[in-house]
């Protein structure tokens, strides 16, 4: 499924933070929303699933308004891992995965064997199965996140929406999450703070700055270092990896006049398609 965001813009308490998004996102692609904190990447999230209805614009999957879809029909399609969500807290992990079926069955009606297939294959993919009968409240926010993880694809939408899914996890389970993810074939737009993950995994970026798009395209076209020092206030510079080819960027801050700059902090990370 393709989905568009059309001249989307929003405001909150009566501030714009979003001017007029134009974006458009190909069906079984990856792409990252990137920028710095307070940008808008959340927000524009929130108005795929409608959480957010934009004041101007629209959201559309395959050319469908998403403000025309039953709640019930949207949640078919849009497969959605928020930050954690204490209302579910109290529930075991696989009860807590199994929300994730609500929208495929009817209200009040029984779990089914398929259900109950689909959420095992979930948890197994997340590497959670064995925190199946844990509370979700007395788990580890890293743990926490893979059930989240594991909630959405027991949904099984066409569309997958991650904000920030990597937030809590330690390096190896970041790569983790973020192979599952991209081999899942669905169209997924992720919000996302660690420009080399978005590198290795993503097949486009959009970047936000200020409630505005300001550039998109193939990673190693719009992540230049013009780019992250106008957008993310800092020096990057791009290296290449000898055994893997893989681009890595490191960042450190700006220098100031008459000093020398900190340590260069790299993250490294293999492209997905290698």
Not at 125 to 139: G, H, M, S, Y
Not at 189 to 196: K, T, V
Request: hydrophobic share 40%.
């Amino acid at each position: 499924m393709t989905v568009s965001f059309e001249s989307v813009s929003v405001e909150l308490g009566g501030r714009r933070v979003l001017h007029d998004v134009d974006l458009a996102v190909g069906a079984g692609r990856i792409l990252g929303l990137l920028g710095p904190n307070g940008s808008g990447k959340s927000t524009l999230l929130r108005t795929l699933f409608t959480g957010r209805r934009p004041h101007e614009g629209r959201v559309s999957i395959d050319g469908v308004d998403v403000a025309t879809l039953a709640p019930r029909a949207l949640a078919r399609m849009v497969a959605v891992m928020l930050q954690d969500s204490p209302s579910e807290f109290d529930l075991t992990v696989r009860e807590t995965v199994m929300v994730g079926r609500s929208p495929h069955r009817p209200p009040f009606s029984r779990d089914t064997a398929e259900d109950h297939r689909i959420v095992t294959d979930a948890l197994r993919t997340a590497d959670v199965l064995d925190l199946e009968d844990r509370l979700v409240r007395r788990l580890s926010g890293g743990q926490r996140q893979r059930v989240m993880l594991a909630r959405a694809l027991a949904q099984q939408g066409s569309i997958l929406v991650l904000d920030e899914p990597t937030n809590h996890l330690d390096i190896a389970h970041q790569l983790d999450l973020m192979r599952v993810v991209s081999g899942l074939g669905t169209t997924v737009i992720a919000a996302l703070h660690d420009l080399n993950i978005a590198a290795a995994f993503c097949d486009e970026v959009a970047v936000l700055d200020q409630g505005r798009l300001v550039a998109v395209g193939r990673p190693d076209d719009v992540l230049t270092p013009g780019l992250v020092d106008d957008v993310f206030r800092v020096t990057a510079r791009i290296a290449t990896e000898v055994d893997t080819g893989a681009r890595v960027m490191a960042f450190h801050p700006r220098p100031h006049r008459g000093s020398s700059p900190p340590d260069t902090h790299t993250h490294t990370h293999t492209r997905r398609d290698e």
